[in-house]
T-cell receptor, first 113, second 116 residues
Framework: QKEVEQNSGPLSVPEGAIASLNCTYSDRGSQSFFWYRQYSGKSPELIMSIYSNGDKEDGRFTAQLNKASQYVSLLIRDSQPSDSATYLC?????????????FGPGTRLSVLP | SAVISQKPSRDICQRGTSLTIQCQVD?????MFWYRQQPGQSLTLIATANQGSEATYESGFVIDKFPISRPNLTFSTLTVSNMSPEDSSIYLC?????????????FGQGTRLTVV
């Protein structure tokens, strides 16, 4: 069973703080890793992708990947109330049947003004 | 990227009836999926829509209840058959675009289904 685990939250941070979202995955064959943001009543939207070990920065967002520990995280700097949403970690796995995206349960983030 | 048009955006249906949800993509894609998301829950994969052959269903989902069509590489439909209130959920179409350097998944706007 290929699994992606996340803390369900809610994670509450004050405005301006750093929000840290964590994700672990079980399949060592995982190749690509993604963070999606989903506002209530909306569909998920891709905010970050990461493919190799280390950090990847995009504006206020930093994704961190450690394949040895099977761990991927998302840091949101200078958190804003508009960042309040559910963040889904997704892992792309390539196996004999093709490519498959496996989503974690999501972490609900609340940024308090 | 991919632009996905999913219809209808929402519907309220009587139990025992069926609803067909359409998903149209602005470019050809090999991989197309249907997900269900119940309130406060994460995404549950229903099936992979295969072009020219029967869909591949995940455990707990069957073709008689969720028939899927995929006549070409830009279009798919999901039907929720003989609906009951337990089928009330958001249904999402997703496509995966595979490029040399990266692979990304994109979602339609979702269909919010309420069965009464």
């Amino acid at each position: 069973q290929k699994e992606v685990e996340q803390n369900s939250g809610p994670l509450s941070v004050p405005e301006g703080a750093i929000a840290s979202l964590n994700c672990t995955y079980s399949d060592r064959g995982s190749q690509s890793f993604f963070w999606y943001r989903q506002y209530s009543g909306k569909s998920p939207e891709l905010i970050m992708s990461i493919y190799s070990n280390g950090d990847k920065e995009d504006g206020r967002f930093t994704a961190q990947l450690n394949k040895a520990s099977q761990y991927v995280s998302l840091l949101i700097r200078d958190s804003q109330p508009s960042d309040s949403a559910t963040y889904l970690c997704a892992v792309n796995i390539k196996d004999n049947y093709g490519q498959n995206f496996v989503f974690g349960p999501g972490t609900r983030l609340s940024v308090l003004p | 990227s991919a632009v996905i048009s999913q219809k209808p955006s929402r519907d309220i249906c009587q139990r025992g009836t069926s609803l067909t949800i359409q998903c149209q993509v602005d470019s050809q894609v090999t991989m197309m999926f249907w997900y269900r998301q119940q309130p406060g829950q994460s995404l549950t994969l229903i099936a992979t829509a295969n072009q020219g052959s029967e869909a591949t269903y995940e455990s707990g989902f069957v073709i008689d209840k969720f028939p899927i069509s995929r006549p070409n590489l830009t279009f798919s439909t999901l039907t929720v058959s003989n609906m009951s209130p337990e089928d009330s959920s958001i249904y999402l179409c997703s496509v995966v675009k595979i490029a040399k350097l990266n692979t990304e998944a994109f979602f339609g706007q979702g269909t919010r289904l309420t069965v009464v």
